[in-house]
């Protein structure tokens, strides 16, 4: 992997888009101070996202865009991008080309892009970490940078064989776990917090769900003796109440059969009476006879009238008076007489023809009397005769005549009452079947009253049981709820009768259930509801816990292992530049002393320099800094503290590379770079006037050294030394113009010396 192009458009002084091409070996970049030539490194420094202002030698974000000057407007953008060549694709990214873009707008707003399409600085950062490349490190070193590999404090240094060892990759994945533990052991806290906040709550819900439970099954025993109690009462008044039911329409069957059978027989009877009421014959002889019948009523009773007359009228003896008592006797019977008169009108009026005929005998034998009473006391034979003669010549004829006439009405009644009876016989069947129907019907009403009588009882027994289920089924609703009735009717109906005891019994079990209903109280129907809520979030915090907990050793042991695996690549990595830089220091100083050392932690400890000290100081300090020095004490320390440099020229005998001068400052970087190249290619190299101190000397076994190590890694060097120019393979001029752009002239060198040796 090798960096093939560089595009820089609108970014600092390269207002143009201005193209620089690369091949594996050396790149110089010369021109003239101000040109423009540090730009080009600031450029990849910024594509590979630094985010360091004062390190791009600016003092906001907007200042890497082109601000313009006299001749030429500022611009709104910079774009810059950088190609690498990828075909033998050493790291397995699955690329062969690879493209980073960064642009900046002025207001503020910027994009990555890797291949074109948009990106994260952070998806940026780890490929540059997978292939070796880092933009703080070795691989770029500005212009003035030189110097702070060896005045860096030991800590810094430590991050420069870091990257150098190629345990940059781990340590970010051990930084990562490091964070993610952190997270973990803060969400472990929240989660312990959290699970002590609801435990008080939990254990409170437990108790009173364990009410509730025990309520529940009070309940439910409650329930289902009510069930028991209450089916069997319901099922008792069901049962009878179908008993009832079909008994009443038997009766009630039984009813209308015997209404139909009188309602027959009534019309049975309605007709033969009618029919028999109808006949011409018992029609026209009734009417004869009632018409006889007055006729003599009219007869006899005048018959009657004239005999008291008569008898009123008859002397008695002169020779003496009559008795008393006979007297009275004779006053009675006339009394009697006068009375029966008065019946007998009434009832001609009346119409009632068997009882005037009754009262007619008794008025005919009451007038005997009267005669035979009152003979003895009138005169002689002769007298009597007389008065007779003289009597009839008054009323005797008459009463002959009546007699006489009443005779003739009684032979035309016998007559007529014979043909009566031949009628009656002739009709006797018709009334003997016509009572027997009226018995017939009696016999029947008697059952359809007797029927009547129990469908009425049967109706108000059934009124009586409607009303008592009815009452039973309402209690039934408010004991057992909306559905409790249905329950019931599906509940078994039982196989015996309950007894009076049996029901009392279960009363009182009812009655118990319901007291101790009573002392455990009333519970929220809610509290179980949130009591699982809480209980389901009680065991989620527990295993959540318990999952943390296994990630916090799982962590902490990848931590661990990480320590040592860096631990064990750093050391072996430090050994190697540690003998390359002894071997560089000697070739640039042409002998002399160079060593590099590993600081342990306690040496750290014992004199560090105060701004390291502070910034632990305010890590420390910090709620997170806390956490994560708790953190760090429990791991493994398997990471040294920092790199520590000794360096000694020829024929000098110093102490500390604080004392070396600006030129051996420089010499002594370089060879320190040189061999973390050496130990540790990175796939380019820019060096931004890094020889600037060099004398001619200096500069030359410096080239040389370059030239050495162009076959491990590319080099894009900005420089004004003529034996660098010599090594390099491309050479780009980069000039300014009074417009204040950069432009940028290049020479192949190959090219130039073929032109030259013509």
């Not at 870091?162 to 051990?174: D, T």
């Amino acid at each position: 992997m090798f960096l093939e192009k560089l595009e820089l458009n609108g970014f600092k002084s390269f207002a143009h888009k201005t193209t620089l091409e690369f091949k594996p070996g050396i790149t110089a970049i010369v021109g003239p101070n101000g040109s423009g030539k540090s730009n080009i490194a600031d450029a990849v420094r910024w594509v590979l996202g630094e985010q360091s202002i004062k390190l791009l030698r600016g003092k906001k974000s907007e200042d890497v865009i082109f601000s313009g000057s006299d001749k030429k407007a500022r611009l709104g953008m910079a774009e810059v991008s950088l190609y690498f060549n990828n075909e033998k694709d050493k790291h397995n990214l699955g690329m062969s080309e690879i493209c980073f873009t960064r642009k900046l707008y002025r207001n503020g707003e910027s994009e990555y892009l890797i291949n074109k399409q948009r990106s994260r600085l952070t998806d940026i950062q780890m490929l540059l970490t997978k292939v070796g490349i880092a933009r703080t490190s070795y691989s770029i070193i500005g212009q003035g940078m030189i110097d702070l590999f060896l005045l860096s404090t030991p800590q810094e240094r430590k991050e420069l064989f870091e990257e150098a060892s190629g345990v940059k990759p781990l340590q970010i994945k051990r930084q990562q776990s490091l964070n993610k533990l952190e997270r973990t052991e803060e969400n472990l806290e929240t989660a312990q917090i959290q699970l002590q906040e609801i435990t008080p709550r939990l254990n409170s819900l437990s108790r009173q769900v364990k009410k509730l439970e025990r309520r529940a099954e009070v309940e439910l025993n409650l329930k289902n003796i009510q069930q028991k109690y209450y089916a069997s009462i319901w099922h008792e008044i069901d049962k009878d109440r179908k008993v009832k039911d079909e008994k009443l329409k038997k009766l009630v069957s039984d009813q209308e059969k015997a209404e139909k059978e009188v309602d027959k027989l009534q019309n049975e009877i309605a007709r033969l009476t009618k029919e028999s009421a109808k006949s011409e014959n018992s029609e026209k002889l009734q009417s004869k006879y009632q018409e006889i019948l007055e006729e003599r009523i009219k007869l006899s009773e005048k018959l009657a009238n004239l005999k008291i007359k008569n008898t009123r009228a008859v002397p008695v003896k002169k020779q003496g008076d009559i008795p008393p008592d006979l007297s009275q006797r004779i006053i009675e019977l006339l009394d009697k007489l006068d009375k029966l008169n008065g019946l007998i009108k009434n009832n001609i009026k009346n119409r009632d023809w068997s009882q005037i005929e009754k009262l007619f005998t008794e008025q005919r034998a009451v007038i005997d009397k009267l005669h035979n009473l009152t003979r003895p006391f009138r005169g002689s034979s002769d007298q009597a005769h007389k008065t007779q003669s003289e009597s009839t010549c008054g009323f005797g004829q008459e009463i002959n005549d009546l007699e006489n006439k009443i005779k003739e009405i009684d032979k035309q009644m016998e007559e007529v009452q014979a043909e009566i009876k031949r009628e009656n016989e002739k009709n006797k069947d018709e009334r003997s079947r016509i009572w027997k129907l009226q018995q017939n019907y009696q016999v029947e009403q008697q059952n359809l009253n007797q029927a009547s009588n129990q469908v009425n009882s049967l109706r108000i027994e059934l009124a009586r049981l409607e009303t008592k289920r009815d009452d039973l089924e309402q209690e039934i609703e408010q004991e057992l709820g909306d559905n409790g009735l249905a329950e019931i009717k599906q509940h078994p109906a039982p196989t015996q009768t309950m007894t009076e005891d049996e029901k009392r019994t279960m009363i009182t079990e009812i009655g118990k259930l319901k007291h101790q209903l009573e002392l455990i109280g009333g519970i929220d129907p809610e509290v179980q509801k949130e009591y699982e809520e809480i209980k389901v979030r009680h065991e989620f915090l527990s295993n959540q816990i318990n999952d943390l907990k296994k990630s916090i050793e799982s962590l902490e042991e990848l931590i661990n292992q990480l320590d040592e695996t860096i631990k064990e690549q750093f050391e072996a990595s430090f050994k190697i530049i540690n003998q390359e830089f002894q071997k560089y220091f000697k070739t640039l100083f042409g002998g002399g002393r160079a060593k590099l050392t590993l600081v342990k932690s306690s040496a750290e400890s014992e004199n560090p320099n105060l701004e390291t000290q502070n910034s632990q100081l305010e890590i420390q300090n910090s709620e997170e800094g806390q956490k994560m020095q708790k953190i760090k004490s429990r791991l493994k320390s398997a990471v040294y503290a920092g790199v520590d440099i000794e360096a000694t020229p020829p024929g000098k005998k110093l102490k500390s590379i604080n004392m070396l001068s600006g030129g051996e400052r420089a010499l002594t970087s370089v060879a320190l770079i040189c061999a973390i190249i050496s130990a540790n290619p990175s796939p380019f190299v820019i060096l931004d006037e890094v020889d600037a101190a060099f004398d001619e000397a200096n500069s030359i076994r410096f080239a040389d050294i370059l030239e050495e190590l162009s076959h491990k890694s590319q080099f894009i060097i900005i420089t004004h030394n003529r034996a660098t120019m010599e090594k390099a393979d491309i050479l780009y001029g980069v000039t300014m113009g009074n417009d204040g752009v950069s432009t940028l002239l290049s020479l192949k060198l190959e090219s130039a010396e073929k032109y030259t040796n013509r």
